[in-house]
């Protein structure tokens, strides 16, 4: 029966886990809790082929519980009732181990059934989840469990881990192999930090190049074709959509070009253009705003643009924003107003409108009243002093001018005016 090249290499030891050493490195707390031999409720969170499922395989076998295997993505509650019909008996006579794979696809309802379960301690659980555990986990399971993070791999942990399959491959398939640095390095870097992704690209390599002579060559263009876009971890609704474009518009706020240029690819190589482009706008006003105005317009161009000519072209006109919205003075006294505004509208501050503000046609026939309003244009530099601002917040301020040249020559501008 075929087995999986990552199956077969899994660690068996926690010393043969890489990557993690910040949770299982000698001394880690993780580490010392798998020691000890006593091991509560536990919810692994982190990206695929980080050693999850490994962990949970080694900590069974060092406390000696039976282990069950669920994916949450196809178990049921059914499932977990039968698991539990063995406790007390001969097979699982020291409770049973439950790991739970992406626990984060159980229902609210089917994940309060599994709290029943794991109140009592016959049952201790292991969910793993890719998306962050405190969105999508009952607050009572996390508040019975130890969240642990694993990371992404290095490309140099990985390397480890392709190093030790191609010599294991090597063995197993009695060949001499001819592996070219750069080749290794690519497998290594390509990834994504997934090990599981490296390994099946060592196996794949392994069956494409064969044996001629009793050798194997891995070349780098081989080693591409295997290994391409799959270092690309994108959801678009989960947690690397929302990285991405954070650390897009923080790139765009940090006035860093190269590095929101660096995200924008990321989120454009995964196809996500809407994403991108809503980001993009939104930082047109939010970061730059009046320090720039007309990069809002200039902004909602390149987005139009990009929308209507599609990937991959549309990366052109979107680069050019970025780039713009990088290099532009920042301001964020628009976002700072308007939430200072709808903080009080929020907080039941707003009181009836000032009479000379209100509709003249609101009062009916014959009920009309003198409004008192005074138009502007009629008066010397378009200004006159009046109320706007309902009685309960005359002398309320939520706009402060910014500190860039344009806000300043505005605010000079009315200084004088209303002086």
Avoid at 126 to 138: G, R
Avoid at 262 to 273: T, V
Avoid at 356 to 369: C, I, K, S, V
């Amino acid at each position: 029966m075929y087995q999986p090249l990552a199956d077969e290499l899994r660690p068996r030891e926690l010393s043969e886990v890489y990557g993690q050493d910040h949770i299982l490195g000698p001394g880690a707390i993780l580490r010392r809790i798998i020691d000890s031999g006593t091991v509560p409720n536990l919810i692994f969170y982190g990206p695929s082929g980080t050693g999850k499922t490994t962990v949970a395989n080694i900590i069974a076998e060092k406390t000696r519980r039976k282990l069950f295997k669920l994916n949450a993505t196809t178990a049921s509650t059914a499932d977990v009732k039968a698991i539990v019909s063995q406790l007390d008996t001969m097979l699982a006579p020291n409770g049973v181990l439950l790991y739970l794979d992406e626990i984060q696809s159980f229902n609210k309802k089917q994940q309060q059934t599994l709290l029943e379960y794991i109140e009592n301690g016959k049952i201790t659980l292991i969910a793993s989840t890719t998306e962050n555990p405190y969105f999508y986990v009952f607050n009572a399971i996390l508040s019975r469990s130890t969240i642990f993070e694993f990371k992404s791999l290095r490309a140099e942990a990985v390397r480890r881990a392709v190093d030790r399959a191609v010599d294991y491959m090597a063995r197993k398939l009695s060949v001499r192999v001819e592996a070219e640095e750069a080749a290794l390095a690519h497998i290594a870097s390509s990834c994504g930090g997934d090990v599981r992704k490296a390994i099946n690209a060592v196996e794949v390599l392994f069956t494409a190049c064969g044996g001629q002579d009793g050798t194997v060559h891995v070349c780098l263009t081989d080693a591409e074709a295997v290994s391409q876009k799959s270092s690309m971890h994108y959801d678009r609704e989960g947690d690397n959509h929302f990285d991405s474009v954070s650390a897009l518009m923080k790139s765009l706020r940090g006035s860093d070009p190269d590095a929101a240029l660096h995200y924008l690819a990321r989120i454009l190589e995964a196809g996500d253009l809407p994403g991108a482009c809503r980001r993009i706008l939104c930082s047109a006003s939010e970061d730059i705003g009046l320090a720039y105005p007309q990069a809002v317009s200039i902004v909602k161009s390149c987005v139009d643009a990009a929308l209507q000519l599609g990937l991959p072209e549309a990366r052109l006109p979107l680069a050019q924003a970025v780039i713009l919205l990088a290099t532009a003075p920042k301001s964020n006294s628009v976002v700072m107003a308007i939430d200072r505004a709808m903080a009080d509208v929020k907080a039941g501050k707003a009181g009836p409108f000032p009479r000379q503000l209100q509709n003249l046609h609101a009062d009916g026939a014959g009920f009309e009243r003198e409004q008192g309003y005074l138009y502007p244009h009629n008066f010397p530099h378009h200004w006159v002093k009046q109320q706007y601002l309902p009685d309960c917040l005359v002398g309320t301020s939520y706009y402060e001018y910014g500190d860039n040249k344009f806000e300043q020559s505005c605010k000079a501008y009315w200084e004088n005016i209303k002086s």
